[in-house]
């Protein structure tokens, strides 16, 4: 079964950071690109970066101004984001996010990150 | 960055179609073939229903179906039934090296 299962959300303070993780089975991880993708509570879909599978290839949203950084262990079959100068507009639910020309296909569960004083 | 526009709500009843619009502009929907939808129910992460302006991955039902012109792409449900009650979004890929989400629609199966 293909799956995807983040972690590392929680609940951080305004300037702190958060790195979270993302757990890919059930597929030959190395060969896909990957996303994060968040969504704010009660809004809609924001992508937030792309990478592809040989790392050759990375994308940001242009709101994010260089804080956040995604990175992948192919060996570990794992997807991360860092994510530093948290804001409170931050708060969202991140989906760790297969893709397949340029199509979602695959999306975990998600991991909530809360930024709040 | 740009923003795809969508209706904030559609309705239809069921048995009928109901046709979701997504506008952009030049250098995301009209200049790629990279247009996408998702299906999103409360409390669940999305799903994918057309990847590509008008491909069903499989699993999907051939009730859904998409399409594009010039700058704008749209979602078709027909034969509308109580499950495709949710929000939808279209996605893009632009120029600018950015994929971009629509701000979503609420589907109401009345």
């Known amino acids: 079964e293909v799956q995807l299962v983040e972690s590392g959300g929680g609940l951080v303070q305004p300037g702190g950071s958060l790195r979270l993780s993302c757990a890919a089975s059930?597929?030959?991880?190395?060969?896909?690109?990957m996303n994060w993708v968040r969504q704010a509570p009660g809004k809609g879909l924001e992508w937030v970066s792309y990478?592809?599978?040989?790392?050759?290839?990375?994308y940001y949203a242009d709101s994010l101004k260089g804080r956040f950084t995604i990175s992948r262990d192919n060996a570990k079959n794992s997807l991360y984001l860092q994510m530093n100068s948290l804001r409170v507009e931050d708060t969202a639910v991140y989906y760790c996010?297969?893709?397949?020309?340029?199509?979602?296909?695959?999306w975990g569960q998600g991991t909530m990150v809360t930024v709040s004083s | 960055q740009s923003v795809l526009t969508q209706p904030p709500s559609a309705s239809g009843s069921p048995g009928q179609s109901v046709t979701i619009s997504c506008t952009g502009t030049?250098?995301?929907?009209?200049?790629?073939?990279?247009v996408s939808w998702y299906q999103q129910h409360p409390g669940k992460a999305p799903r994918l229903m057309i990847y590509?302006?008008?491909k069903r991955p499989s699993g999907v039902p051939d009730r859904f179906s998409g399409s594009k012109s010039g700058n704008t792409a749209s979602l078709t449900v027909s034969g509308l039934q109580a499950e495709d009650e949710a929000d939808y979004y279209c996605?893009?890929?632009?120029?600018?090296?950015?994929?971009?989400f629509g701000g979503g629609t609420k589907l109401t199966v009345l």
């Open positions: 996010v297969r893709s397949v020309q340029f199509g979602f296909d695959t």
């Open positions: 059930g597929f030959n991880f190395p060969i896909y690109s």
């Open positions: 990478i592809t599978g040989n790392l050759g290839t990375i």
């Open positions: 030049s250098s995301d929907v009209g200049g790629y073939n990279y």
């Open positions: 590509e302006v008008n």
């Open positions: 996605n893009s890929y632009t120029g600018g090296n950015n994929l971009v």
